[in-house]
Nanobody, 118 residues
């Protein structure tokens, strides 16, 4: 069982920055892939950024060049640095972790609200 807890959401201004954190209850070195997803009001949940063992980070076209995903293995935490925020970035942001053993399974955090508005 892996628990993921997001933090760092809140109100950001257009052009501003926010950093989201996702703390895992286990060593993230045992998690095959981790990612950030978001769901705006009335919209489907979509991938924002992901990172997997042995692979380069992957970003949605809408956030390329603005958002950066990273991990700190010592803190068992994944981050999403969000710069040049836009109102359309407003959504609930979810952290996801995928493990392969003992079976493939996806764990989700509870989500954190990000609102971009002046």
């Amino acid at each position: 069982q892996v628990q993921l807890v997001e933090s760092g959401g809140g109100l950001g201004q257009p052009g501003g920055s926010l950093r989201l954190s996702c703390a895992a209850s286990t060593s993230i070195s045992t998690i095959h892939a981790m990612g950030w997803y978001r769901q705006g009001s009335g919209k489907q949940r979509e991938l924002v950024a992901s990172i997997a063992v042995g692979e380069s980070a992957n970003y949605a076209d809408s956030v390329k060049g603005r958002f950066t995903i990273s991990q700190d293995n010592a803190k068992n935490t994944m981050y999403l640095q969000m710069n040049s925020l836009k109102p359309e970035d407003t959504a609930v942001y979810y952290c996801k972790g995928s493990v392969l053993y003992p079976r493939r399974y996806d764990y989700w955090g509870q989500g954190t609200q990000v609102t971009v508005s002046s």
